[in-house]
């Protein structure tokens, strides 16, 4: 089982480019979420998407878009890279519902924007 | 509203002594409390989670985490450290209906020495 795949795993950026993270999913799950991790600041929610066809913002979205393209694939869109957005990104996917049961996430994408 | 302090960024402990991280929280519901753990390059695994059941939570690994209202606090333990647990842990409050309405402490790092 695959789980929750991401590419690119590593990406260096000049300040300006673009680029798009890509996230899959083989679980099923109905939601999809991409975090940045940065030291000494744990987790922030950038975007997540309750179910197939909504998104909606996190704690960080500014300078980000999103995609869900399906139920299995949640892309991560930076329009004109800066670098504070160096950083490492997560997707993750979990069942919604009342009960907050497991995330599970990807391995990640380390992106350096010079 | 909701936060989570953790309590000590970096934890060192010799093989076969016991682990003690320590997670203190706050939030205007009944929570939910989960521990993940990060080991290096890789993306977070659901340890054990605390959902208004059992307030002794056993999980994976031998990892085990006590829900104390009073002290609001949900300490993660193990009786004997492993070689393998060095990694990174993540203490996450929220409550029902999704991820996007939990919040990351910072992380402990765990260091066992040999």
């Known amino acids: 089982n695959a789980g929750v795949t991401q590419t690119p795993k590593f990406q260096v950026l000049k300040t300006g480019q673009s680029m798009t993270l890509q996230c899959a999913q083989d679980?099923?799950?109905?939601?999809m979420y991409w975090y940045r991790q940065d030291p000494g600041m744990g987790l922030r929610l950038i975007y997540y998407?309750?179910?197939?066809?909504?998104?909606d913002k996190g704690e960080v979205p500014n300078g980000y878009n999103v995609s869900r393209l399906n139920k299995r694939e949640f892309s991560l869109r930076l329009e004109s890279a800066a670098p504070s957005q160096t950083s490492v990104y997560f997707c993750?996917?979990?069942?919604?519902?009342?009960?907050?049961?497991?995330?599970?996430f990807g391995e990640g994408s380390r992106l350096t924007v010079l | 509203a909701q936060s989570v302090t953790q309590l000590d960024s970096h934890v060192s402990v010799s093989e076969g002594t016991p682990v003690l991280l320590r997670c203190n929280y706050s939030?205007?519901?009944?929570?939910?409390l989960f521990w993940y753990v990060q080991h290096p390059n890789k993306g977070l695994q659901l340890l054990l989670k605390?959902?208004?059941?059992?307030?002794l939570v056993k999980g994976i690994n031998g990892f085990e985490a006590e829900f104390k209202k009073s002290e609001t606090s949900f300490h993660l333990t193990k009786p004997s450290a492993h070689m393998s647990d060095a990694a990174e842990y993540f203490c996450?409050?929220?409550?029902?209906?999704?991820?996007?309405?939990?919040?990351f402490g910072t992380g402990t790092k765990l260091q066992v020495i040999p």
């Open positions: 939030s205007s519901y009944s929570p939910s």
């Open positions: 998407s309750a179910s197939e066809g909504t998104t």
């Open positions: 605390y959902t208004s059941a059992a307030t």
């Open positions: 679980m099923n799950h109905n939601s």
């Open positions: 996450v409050v929220g409550r029902s209906g999704g991820y996007q309405k939990v919040t």
């Open positions: 993750a996917s979990s069942w919604t519902g009342g009960d907050t049961g497991e995330l599970f």
